[in-house]
């Protein structure tokens, strides 16, 4: 317990109340009333952020779902513990967690954690005021072009927030060439694939870094797992990926549900499916066992891992089976299209584009995507909306889709029907996220989603 000034006082009042209005009148709330508190007083998230242990996680793809997982462990080991589970992960977001968690006069009475996804550009934001346990970066793909730039500028983007925090222990993906050989002060453990996953070894022409951070030459693989992901090496100047402190030695199975894999020589099934999913467990894996998790109970919370907000998102709309995945990249577009292909049944495919701000302006990005993968499927019907719809069903027809089962849905009205109107009950609906935000505020209009956020 500690005091507070005035205006951090009336900041925390005058964002509960705002927080406590949009949900009523709006059903939203999640960055607005953060907005409101650092009008007031800007430096409110040093006070209100004081008594937790932070773990922050950042990145290109998996933030959602890893900050889930660890947040999911630490309450299942007893911990105390709050996360912005909805995925409002810039500064006035993460504001509204902390205040909305904040309680007048508690007393003190042992650890608190939070876990904390934040936006790349954000994280120099959020470390001017928290110094956390340990920061977490998932991966580095190309995402929002006209925000990030390329890959390099996000990842010094990220590295302006770490400069500020050297103390703070990172906890890295091994297999991202960009994360090797920092220069930064900071502990650092590495996480990666003992396994491959690919065979051959060679890139495919639209990766991501493909070329060394240190001398600019084409890196070599001993195996790539997805994208620019693996044991890479380079033959001009030596550097190479870093020694790994936790390993995922083997996947035994994949299906569309989940993956059973062996993690540091355990047997672990992550109940969510996909390559990148297996790279998200081991990653919350790595940051439990830093903590000093049980292994146990790591693993029947992963076993126990359950969807989120958009993230491979499960719900029943008049008997048809619906999941819906969040797409914004090609490498993650890629992945989802992969997990697909992993269902043998016949399926039908709803594609949502958007081009809104927080999706990214040009969504010329689509072309890297390998839609080409969908015609080995059983698809029945496919639906295409959103504000780009008309690029997109050009896009799967070059892909060589069959257009006579395209179904163009200017409204969610009209994407609502089709989904009704599917002959099996099997749809998958790939949006990118704003699509997906307004999709699932329409759906939860019509009660087909009971919590919105």
Wanted: charged share 25%; proline share 3%.
């Amino acid at each position: 317990m500690f005091k507070i000034n005035i205006k951090s006082y009336i900041s925390i009042i005058s964002s509960k109340l705002v927080m406590r209005l949009s949900r009523t009148l709006f059903k939203g709330g999640t960055n607005f009333p953060g907005k409101v508190a650092l009008k007031i007083d800007r430096d409110i998230l040093k006070v209100i952020a004081k008594d937790y242990k932070v773990i922050l996680v950042t990145g290109t793809n998996g933030k959602t779902t890893t900050t889930s997982m660890i947040y999911n462990m630490l309450k299942d080991s007893g911990k105390k513990v709050i996360t912005n589970n909805t995925g409002a992960n810039m500064l006035p977001g993460i504001v509204s967690c902390f205040i909305e968690n904040y309680k007048f006069n508690e007393a003190n009475t042992g650890e608190k954690y939070a876990v904390i996804e934040t936006d790349e550009a954000n994280v120099k934001l959020v470390t001017e005021y928290i110094s956390p346990e340990i920061i977490t970066v998932t991966n580095l793909f190309r995402d929002q072009l006209d925000r990030y730039g390329e890959v390099y500028t996000t990842l010094n983007k990220i590295l302006e927030g770490i400069e500020k925090v050297p103390f703070s222990n990172l906890v890295l993906n091994g297999d991202e060439s960009l994360l090797g050989d920092l220069p930064l002060p900071n502990r650092v453990v590495y996480y990666g694939f003992n396994y491959a996953v690919e065979e051959n070894g060679k890139i495919d022409v639209n990766a991501d870094a493909k070329f060394c951070k240190k001398c600019k030459n084409p890196y070599k693989y001993n195996f790539l797992t997805y994208n620019h992901l693996g044991d890479f090496y380079c033959e001009n100047c030596g550097y190479k990926r870093p020694k790994l402190n936790y390993t995922l030695d083997e996947i035994t199975e994949l299906t569309p549900e989940g993956s059973h894999v062996i993690i540091d020589s355990q047997e672990c099934y992550i109940n969510q499916p996909g390559i990148y999913n297996i790279y998200n467990a081991l990653c919350a894996y790595s940051i439990g066992r830093q903590l000093k998790i049980n292994k146990s109970v790591i693993f029947e919370s992963l076993k126990r891992q359950k969807s989120s907000f958009g993230r491979q998102e499960e719900l029943t709309i008049d008997g048809k089976q619906i999941k819906i995945i969040l797409v914004k990249n090609p490498a993650g577009y890629d992945q989802a299209i992969n997990t697909i292909t992993l269902d043998k049944r016949n399926i039908n495919i709803a594609t949502l584009l958007n081009d809104n701000y927080a999706d990214g302006r040009d969504v010329s990005w689509i072309w890297d995507v390998k839609f080409e993968k969908l015609s080995l499927l059983q698809i029945d019907k496919i639906m295409i909306s959103g504000i780009r719809l008309y690029d997109m069903a050009v896009r799967l027809k070059i892909a060589g889709l069959p257009y006579e089962k395209f179904s163009l849905c200017e409204t969610y009205d009209g994407l609502l029907k089709e989904i009704k109107n599917c002959e099996s009950n099997t749809i998958y609906i790939l949006a990118t996220y704003t699509a997906m935000i307004d999709f699932r505020k329409y759906l939860h209009s019509k009660n087909y989603i009971k919590e919105l956020w």
